[in-house]
């Protein structure tokens, strides 16, 4: 297992020299991306192979092992998402420059259409400020109902105080009281229910349309 540790341990060191060469121009990039790529498979088949070796090592030795494993897969994946975060710039970088040369490549005539694609970046904003302003909308709307419940409360117990002083007065009875006392509790609930509701509907429009 010691072999196998230390070989794995060396690619890990290899991989990261290979990423370094990556920026240097005078380098052929693709050749060290597959020559990563490669390293990266051998490294993870031995992580695989580790986590069968270590049952075979003695129990008092076997915490410390598998830490030395854990960090060799935590640098594994490190290097992955290196990897593919190169590998999304680049094409990212390949796009925009087609892009370009299709424009500048591009004839128009007096009569053609003129129209081009929009940059990203501008349709990106674009689609922020619409996200923006229907979230402003759907803010608006929520405090336009969260006003009208407070007024409806206001209302109510508005309500129940007049009710509460004639039923006084005509001596209602208690079960008639309790019926009016236990309405407003319901109308107290479905006004925080739908308060809960509309922060709700704001959170999702918020998390769908600007994340």
Request: aromatic share 6%; glycine share 4%; proline share 1%.
């Amino acid at each position: 297992m010691e072999t196998l540790y230390f070989q794995t341990n060396s690619l890990i060191q290899q991989t990261q020299q290979c990423f370094q060469q990556l920026n240097n121009v005078r380098v052929d990039s693709v050749s060290v991306e597959a020559d990563i790529q490669t390293k990266l498979t051998a490294i993870n088949a031995n992580c695989d192979r580790l986590d069968v070796l270590l049952y075979k090592v003695p129990v008092a030795q076997r915490p410390s092992a598998k830490m030395r494993v854990d960090q060799l897969k935590y640098d594994l994946r490190h290097l992955q998402a290196a990897l593919k975060q190169y590998q999304d710039k680049k094409a990212r970088k390949e796009l925009e420059i087609a892009e370009r040369e299709s424009l500048l490549s591009k004839r128009f005539t007096a009569n053609s259409d003129t129209s081009i694609d929009i940059d990203y970046s501008l349709q990106h904003n674009n689609a922020m400020q619409n996200a923006h302003r229907g979230v402003d909308e759907m803010i608006w709307t929520g405090s336009s109902i969260l006003d009208g419940l407070r007024n409806q409360r206001d209302t109510l117990k508005g309500a129940q105080r007049r009710i509460m002083d004639i039923g006084s007065t005509l001596g209602l009875s208690n079960q008639t009281m309790k019926m009016i006392e236990r309405r407003l509790v319901e109308d107290k609930h479905v006004m925080i229910g739908g308060m809960i509701v509309t922060l709700l509907i704001i959170g999702l429009v918020i998390y769908f349309f600007v994340f």
